[in-house]
């Protein structure tokens, strides 16, 4: 178990997690989480299905109150703020996003102006340029005027990028962004996000793409931190064996100098 | 990466044509006060267009002195209230429909879900037939009365079942929950309607079930119409908050929406909404469920439009829904619910196969 940095420099923007518990009735789900995310950089969340990624992505954008602990961005607590606040400098990606109506994906990245936006309609131009700004970042100007229904898993994935950038947020947090994405798509999303020099808060599968784009890595077991660090510190063959039951060399690759991850299994060929 | 980007721009944008949503408002609008217009001048007496504005003009203080009586009586007292009061129970059953399809994600949401016209007609019934023995008792205000307090009694009921420890209603066990209730209501109604022996009231429970705005006056379709319109105020004064429900809870909450404390003002503001038109005019079906789908397939499902056109294009179905109720058979009232499913239905039936073959 790698000890976790406590003590650290929280800088206006980063994210600061301490002592977080939170569960569904009698389940405890997560058990005194503590973890910190500096300002601009971005931080793998990883772990094992049912290890509480989501959950605590959940909990750390303010979308569920915890049991005990607290969420805190800058010097705020993120629990205290209004959801219109909170909506203003935290934005999620969900996983999997579905809707059975007709929009069009220019209608879905003008979601995320609703919480810059008054009760009253305030003229047609509100938030046109964020919009613009937001769409040419994620890459997705172009199909501003298809029908959501019509896109690919990897557009869809962009558009709810664009819908989160459109909201204009220091902390972006991203629950598997690239679990539908081919692997062009998923290197590009990643590095898209790491360009923003936004807060990123990212659960992740890929360990190899975790440790290439990634600041910090958090590792969770059953709802509970089990390591923290930079990567080389974290992926180690120990904790691969450890933490997902899967026996793997963690080397550093000849040519691109970057950390990767192979397993060994005797049934696989 | 380029060359997936390509391949996408190769495809033709697949541009959804919905009119303007300004153009379509003024258009239904004129539509609306044409409506109005002539729906005043159908009956068994004709009245021409020229005398139903004389009329209306001359009661609202413009110096014309050519209007007779009679036609002020038909025109002011006899058709216009009912007009007007089919007009705002139209508006008021389709905002409802329309917030509860977006805060449930449901597309068989209606303005009933929470239980709302299973209530009304234990209600109803229990004035109809239990209070007609006693003098008075089985008039317009007591009927009206009755039905409010049951819709309030079946609406309580529902919260009860479905309010979580949380304070949240969740959107399914909030639909079971109205399911459970209608029926219990519903075994209550069939009960006293068979054992009472009083065909007379066992046909007029039938009649009030499938809505009727015969009995509405002035008084009425004064009281219908403001609390149409403070919905509508209070429900697009929410319109972004619905939309923001269109990826589910999460989504809504991360874009900075109360969920709990938008979808309890909303779900309960529509039911008390739906208990008053009730009230007044019985559980007229069909318009709740069908036009926010129709004005969504023509126009889009954003709120700010879909809540003001879905208001207009209910409030014109429901007045030549009535106009027909009222016309169509001499001497003798069609059940409104009858003719808004006629009416109804076949526009949605065309509106539905036009969009699977575009889609």
Known sequence: MTGLKTGQMTSQGGVTVRDLSWGVRDRRILHDVSLDCPAGTVTGLLGPNGSGKTSLLHVMAGLRRPAGGSVRLGEEDVHDMSARTRARRIAVLEQHSSTNLPLTAGQVIELGRIPHRGRWPAGRQEGAEEIAEAMRLAEVTHLVDRDWQTLSGGERQRVQLARALAQQPGVLMLDEPTNHLDLAHQIDLLATVRELGLTVIAALHDLDLAAAFCDHLVVLRDGRVVAAGAPPEVLTSDLVDDVYGVEATVGTHEHSGRLHVVWHDERAR | ?359
């Open chain 2, 1 to 359: 990466m380029l060359q997936a980007v390509e391949a996408v721009e190769a495809v033709p944008p697949v541009r959804r044509r919905t009119p303007g949503g300004w153009v379509s408002g003024a258009l239904l609008s004129v539509a609306l006060l044409a409506s109005v217009v002539l729906a005043v001048g159908i009956g068994s007496v004709h009245v021409p267009v020229g005398d139903v504005v004389a009329v209306v003009l001359r009661r609202f203080g413009a110096g014309i002195d050519n209007v007779t009586v009679i036609d002020d009586r038909i025109v002011w007292q006899l058709r216009m209230p009912r007009i007007v009061g089919a007009a705002a129970t139209g508006a008021g059953l389709a905002i409802a429909g329309a917030v509860l399809q977006s805060l449930t994600r449901n597309d068989l949401a209606d303005p009933y879900l929470l239980g709302i016209s299973g209530g009304a007609t234990v209600g109803a019934v229990s004035v109809l037939v239990l209070g007609a023995g006693v003098a008075g008792m089985a008039g317009g205000p007591a009927l009206s009365i009755g039905a409010f307090v049951g819709a309030l009694g079946a609406l309580a009921l529902v919260l009860t079942l479905s309010t979580g420890r949380t304070g949240d209603l969740p959107p399914a066990r909030t639909v079971l929950a109205g399911v459970a209730i209608g029926q219990i209501c519903g075994a209550y109604t069939s009960f006293v309607v068979m054992m009472s022996g009083d065909h007379d009231a066992a046909r007029r429970v039938l009649a009030w079930t499938m809505g009727s705005l015969a009995g509405v006056r002035w008084s009425s379709a004064v009281v219908l119409l403001v609390v149409a319109l403070l919905a509508l105020l209070v429900i697009v004064a929410c319109a972004a908050d619905l939309d923001a429900f269109a990826f589910g809870d999460s989504s809504a909450s991360s874009l900075g929406v109360s969920i709990r404390r938008v979808r309890w003002l909303l779900m309960v503001g529509t039911a008390l909404l739906t208990a008053c038109l009730v009230a007044y005019t019985g559980a007229i079906g069909f318009v709740g469920l069908v036009v926010p789908h129709v004005i969504r397939l023509v126009c889009g499902p954003l709120h700010r439009r879909l809540l003001p056109l879905s208001a207009l294009a209910g409030a014109i179905l429901m007045i030549w829904a009535d106009t027909a109720a009222r016309s169509l058979v001499e001497g003798q009232e069609i059940p409104i619910g009858v003719v808004t499913a006629v009416i109804g239905a076949p526009v949605f039936a065309y509106l539905l196969r036009r969009e699977s073959r575009t889609r």
